[in-house]
């Protein structure tokens, strides 16, 4: 599993490269912040699960994180489509992610 976050990671950051070119467009200092958001809350999930052991409030936690990293796709998309389709591994991660929270927080 590590392999595929790793994948997921290194696509972010081509995909965040890639939007360095536009900066001359419109929304991409917004679709910018979201990429930061859904970076923190990655972060933030991680401590909740495993440095907290909380995987209740990791759960919700991953919600929100999913939901912002379908905003970013979706305004990284309308920027320049192949962004948005390198987003769609990390966004399908983390449902993944989302699914085995849940399964943790119902089996416990």
């Not at 392999?3 to 200092?29: E, M, P």
């Not at 990791?58 to 192949?82: N, Q």
């Amino acid at each position: 599993m590590e392999k595929v976050g790793t994948f997921a990671w290194d696509l972010s950051g081509r995909r965040r490269s890639r939007f360095t070119l536009y900066d001359s467009i419109g929304g991409v200092a917004d679709a910018v912040a979201l990429f930061g958001v859904q970076l923190i809350l990655n972060v933030i999930w991680s401590y909740l699960f495993f440095g907290l052991r909380n995987p209740r409030l990791g759960f919700f936690e991953i919600v929100v994180l999913w939901i912002v990293v379908l905003l970013t796709y979706i305004r990284f998309h309308k920027i320049e489509a192949v962004a948005g389709y390198l987003l769609l591994p990390y966004l399908i991660w983390t449902g993944y992610a989302g699914v085995l929270n849940l399964l943790i927080v119902l089996m416990n």
